[in-house]
Every structure is written in C-alpha cells, then in structure tokens.
C-alpha cells in the first residue's frame, strides 16, 4: 500500500468520524419541542390556567376578565366564556361537555354551554376562586379559593355547592388520579395534601422537602407517581400511595404549572424564566431529566394534548425586565398592551 494512499484512505477515515462526532452532537442538541404555531390573543396582559379539551380539541385559556376559547385543530380563537371577572380555573365535564369556569371576584363557579358559551348555572363557592378541578370518580368540580384557605366542591348533577373542605393553607394546583383521590399544593405550608373525593375529607399531608412553595403539581396515574414543581427551581417526584419523596430534579426559575404527556411518558415544568424543563419517565418510578429547553420569557402556564405531546403555553411582549430583589428567583416583566399570544409547540420526536 502506498503513502499516498494510506494518507487518502485516512483522511477519509478522520473525515467520517468527524461528520459521525457532529452529527451525533446535532442529535443531543436538536430541541424536543418545536415552535410550530402563535396565535395572537390581544386583550388583556392577564392570564392565569389552561384547559386543554381533548374530545373537542378546544384550548380553554383564563385571559382578564373572560376565558378565550380556541379552536387548535385550526389554530383560531372561535369565542369567550364572558363576564368572569377575576378569571382563573376551567375545566369541562366529559359527560355533558358542560364547561366550567370561575371567577374570583364574584366567588363564583358558572356552567357554560360548550355550543353557545352562554352560562347556564351558577354556583358560590370560596372567595379567590383559583384553580378548577373535576373528578370523575365523585363527578364533582373542585375549586379552590385562595383566600379561603379550602376548596368548594360542586355536584356536576345538580350544579349545587357542598361544604367546603378546609385547608389551612392557601391551595395552588390540584390533581384528581380518577380513582377517587385529589392531590393539592399547600404553598405555604410546604406540603401536599391528598382529599377523598367521596366524603371531602382530608386522608394525608406530606412534606415535601427539597421543595419549597409546591406551585405546579401533576399526576401519572398509572404509576401512581406525582410532580410538583417548586419556587425555588425544584421538582420533586412521589409516590401518589405513601407522598414518599422519590427524587428531585432543578428546574427553571418561575414555575407556574406542570404536566404529565402520556404519550411520551415525560413531565413537563413550564418556567417564568422562558424555559420548559422536561423530564422523562421511561419505566415506572425511572426518571430521567432530558433538558431545559428554551420558549419564551413569561410562559409559566401551559397545558398538553395528552394524545400527541402538543404544549400550548402563553405569553406576551416584554417592554421592559425587572430584576428580582432576591437572585434565586426569576426577573419580573412588564407586558406591552395588547401582545398577548397562545405559543403551540409540537414534539420533534
């Protein structure tokens, strides 16, 4: 073999390891999620839940004073549930298509029709209405108020309001497993409590060190695992049976929600800081943190089509950053008017 040739023949060799070595970085760093669709909301700089509506395909998004409806298979806005005021918490009955959404200035839970998005019933309950929950197990609505310290569970049969069950702390996001538990995020108080969804009493509260103020809080109910995402940039995954602490993982800064994709068996933390950190369940009780990739600064709350991975998360244009006063958490945005917008993101694989 000549000089010549074995130079040739190594030059090539060196050359495919280089293109093997890079594509093979390409892979690692190609996000998981890609930015497929902006919908612009306009309105109000204030938004709080997102619904996502499986059967209907509808995204159900507390915007100001009402809930804007959008249809996502043709990624448009086709209405708003009005007259809200102080707006946060929907969800839709599956075996009515009733939606159900609050308003915390009122102290109120209103019934809507899913074909007119006119209201049909109206409820009291806590005063800071928040979060709305509904269980099939009791075929209840949960809402939580935040200065009430409890929940107000609502009969979807007869759309009448039950004694409230009291916390003793102010609630954030609640998760119901469909087997007759509801699991809460106490903020203060540094623990979740989990409800019987038949008698509206509480059976647990668990601690849940390394994480401090629980915000976002989702549920695998088929291993029976829960994720809270935390304040001080943590997760912490546990046992839905025994709130045993399974592990932790950082987080971006700014949480405002979490949610599981059951068809790509991950959890999902959507981050004030623009980040959307994601962690992956490839077996029962395995996890797995695959990355924190990038979205947008201000897309805290997010929701997830859980038959194809689809994120929807909202956010709108910063005018000016505001440093925080305390450097473990995130920056503080002023909004311009009317720049609010859904944020659709596909999963790339």
């Known amino acids: ?95 009515t298509g009733l939606i159900y959404a609050d308003s915390a200035a009122n102290s109120t839970l209103v019934a809507f029709n899913p074909q007119t998005l006119q209201p049909v019933a109206t409820a009291p309950v806590l005063p800071d209405a928040d979060g709305v929950t509904y269980d099939p197990f009791s075929k209840q609505i949960f809402v939580s108020g935040g200065d009430g310290d409890g929940f107000t569970p609502v009969s979807t049969a007869t759309k009448k309001s039950a004694p409230t069950i009291a916390l003793g702390s102010s609630p954030e996001f609640h998760v119901a497993d469909a087997n007759g538990s509801l699991y809460v995020d106490l903020v203060d108080a540094n623990q979740i409590s989990r409800i019987n969804t038949t008698t509206n009493t509480i059976t647990a509260n668990w601690p849940v060190a390394p994480c401090q103020h629980p ?10 695992t829960l994720f809270a995402s935390c304040a001080n940039a943590t997760a912490v995954l546990l046992n839905a049976g025994t709130g045993k602490i399974l592990t932790s993982f950082p987080i971006g800064k700014g949480t405002d929600a979490a949610r599981f994709d059951p068809s790509h068996h991950r959890f999902l ?63 503080h945005y002023i909004f311009a008017p009317n720049s609010l917008e859904l944020l659709v993101y596909d999963p790339t694989n």
């Open 1 to 95: 073999m000549t000089k010549s040739f074995l130079l040739l023949f190594f030059k090539k060799e060196v050359l495919a390891s280089c293109l093997t070595f890079f594509c093979a970085i390409t892979a690692q760093a190609r996000p998981l999620y890609t930015l497929t669709a902006t919908i612009p909301l306009g309105g109000a700089i204030k938004w709080d839940y997102l619904h996502f509506d499986s059967p209907t395909a509808r995204l159900y998004i507390s915007h100001g004073n009402e809930v804007t409806v959008v249809d996502t298979r043709h990624e448009k806005i086709i209405g708003a549930l009005k007259n809200l005021p102080g707006s946060h918490g929907i969800t839709v009955d599956p075996a």
């Open 215 to 224: 915000k976002g809080l989702a549920i695998d109910p088929a291993t029976k």
């Open 269 to 331: 933390s959507s981050n004030g800081d623009g980040t959307l950190t994601i962690i992956a369940e490839p077996a029962p009780k395995k996890f797995v943190l695959i990355s924190t990739q990038k979205t947008k600064p201000g897309a805290r709350t997010m929701d997830v089509d859980p038959k194809t991975g689809r994120i929807f998360l909202v956010t709108a244009r910063i005018l000016k950053t505001v440093p925080p006063s305390n450097p473990s958490d995130h920056p």
